[in-house]
C-alpha cells in the first residue's frame, strides 16, 4: 500500500471526481480530502492509498497533468522526520 500525496487541486474538487480519476489506475482504498471548515470547499490538497504498482502508474500518468485548470501534483507521500507530536 502506498500513500499519495495530491496538491494543486482546485476548490471546486470532490471525493468523487478524485476517485474517480485515479480509478483509472486501479482500486482507491481510501481517500482524504482537505475541506474548508465553514465552506466546505477543497483546500488544493489531498491524500489517497493505492496498491503499490496501481500509485506508482497513477504518479506517473496524472504528476502535471491539468483538472479543471489547474495543474496537480501527484507523489508518494514521504513520512515526516523530526520530532513526534506526541505530548508528555
Not at 25 to 30: A, L, M, T, Y
Amino acid at each position: 500500500m502506498i500513500t499519495l500525496s495530491v496538491r494543486g487541486l482546485p476548490k471546486t474538487t470532490t471525493e468523487e471526481s478524485l476517485t474517480a480519476l485515479f480509478a483509472e489506475f486501479g482500486v482507491v482504498r481510501s481517500i482524504k480530502l482537505a475541506k474548508d471548515l465553514f465552506s466546505g470547499d477543497c483546500r488544493g490538497f489531498a491524500t489517497l492509498d493505492m496498491e503499490g504498482h496501481e500509485a506508482r502508474a497513477a504518479i506517473a500518468a496524472l504528476d502535471g497533468r491539468e483538472l479543471n485548470g489547474s495543474a496537480i501534483r501527484v507523489g508518494q507521500e514521504r513520512p515526516r522526520k523530526g520530532k513526534s507530536r506526541k505530548r508528555r
